[in-house]
């Protein structure tokens, strides 16, 4: 999937995911974890999920929307 056809989805938060996809597409993931703390992340934002914990919460969603196109 492209980061266009991800950014049109149309589901809450459609263009931020997409815009992520583009960041971390363009970034080598190694080079990303080196200059990211994590940690220090989630002591800034202790309510941001993981990509995977956001996955299960919008998992039906999610699937509504991927069978639909």
Known sequence: MSHDEAFKLGFPGAEDLANMFKFKCNVNGKYYN?????????????????????????KDAMLKMLESK
């Not at 080196?34 to 919008?58: D, G, M, T």
């Open 34 to 58: 080196q200059v990211r703390n994590p940690e220090a992340s989630r002591l800034l934002a202790p309510k941001a999920l993981s990509f995977e914990a956001w996955l299960r919460q919008n």
